[in-house]
């Protein structure tokens, strides 16, 4: 569930004028998962950008003060998420943990670093989502400290089918600034891509895993 239509389209001109997102149709990246892809999205690059940063706080703590007024900490998703999470719960004025993926194996072990009282209404900042497992794995760590998780914010979601039926099934509300259709949109009319590569951006998106 995106903010609104203009929010969207904004965001996404934003995250491809600084790089934040880039297109690349005819010269795939190779991600982690071993997928190759002809987008790369890496939102921790706003953060060198005041101006885009501010954007993105102000609108996360806008919604969140009209939807989650109850909230009492803000939890970000090591590592991507962290530093936005710290600004939004600034300006919140409560406080920040953040939650790593798993366990430290030395020291007190701590999955979720920073400190969180029984029952505390939290709300969950990502950068990103694409498959939604690392989300939902931090939503559970959160969960088993006897946390109330709200909900998630994210700047930006890839839409796939498989994070949209896995936040359902966890029945955990999530709210993005903007995802890859708005993000085509934009692109499409800023000249970014041809409506060659427009389709092939689609054509990647409906099986990903077995694009080449």
Known sequence: MIFNKDTAKKTAKLLLE???????????????????????????????????????????VQDIKENYSEVEVIAGVATGAIAIGVLIADSLNIPFVYVRPEPKKHGRQNQIEGFLGKGKKVLVIEDLISTGKSSINAVKALQQADANVLGMYAI???????????????????????????????????????????NVLLKWRENPAEWK
């Open 156 to 198: 930006f979601s890839y839409g796939f089918p498989q994070a949209t039926s896995l936040f359902k099934q966890e029945n955990i509300e999530l709210k993005t600034l903007s995802n890859y259709k708005y993000l085509l949109l934009q692109a499409q009319e800023d000249g970014t891509i041809s409506d060659k590569e427009n």
């Open 18 to 60: 600084i790089n934040a997102i880039k297109l690349q149709p005819t010269r795939p990246f190779s991600w982690a998962s071993g997928w190759i892809s002809p987008i790369y999205c890496d939102n921790r690059i706003s953060l060198s950008y005041p101006k885009v940063r501010q954007y993105i706080k102000e609108y996360f």
